[in-house]
């Protein structure tokens, strides 16, 4: 059973900074493409990052313009664990973000930029 469990959302002031995690279990976590969507109140899901494996080392990364230079995607497949490294937040980034895998997401993170 695929299991996604998402942490480290929070209240934070604009340019503040949080890191976000999601444990996953239940599938070859090291062999699959994981991505970070977030969706604001009263508005549609928003992708904002996609992390897959490469064939010959290194993963190929993408991201949105919207946090582009802001966040950070990455994992670490030791502990089968995707993370994103939000910098720079802005007003606007305030969402529930969710981790994916295939057609499986989690319950979602919290993340408030509020002064």
């Known amino acids: 059973e695929v299991r996604l469990v998402e942490s480290g959302g929070g209240l934070v002031q604009p340019g503040g900074s949080l890191r976000l995690s999601c444990a996953a279990s239940?599938?070859?976590?090291?062999?699959?493409?994981m991505t970070w969507v977030r969706q604001a109140p009263g508005k549609g899901v928003e992708w904002v990052s996609s992390i897959t494996p490469g064939a010959v080392g290194g993963d190929s990364i993408s991201i949105a313009d919207s946090v582009k230079g802001r966040f950070t995607i990455s994992r670490d497949n030791t502990k089968n664990t995707l993370y994103l490294q939000l910098n720079s937040l802005k007003i606007e980034d305030t969402a529930m973000y969710y981790c994916?895998?295939?057609?499986?997401r989690g319950q979602g993170t919290q993340v408030t930029v509020s002064s």
């Open positions: 239940g599938f070859s976590f090291s062999r699959s493409t």
């Open positions: 994916k895998y295939a057609n499986s």
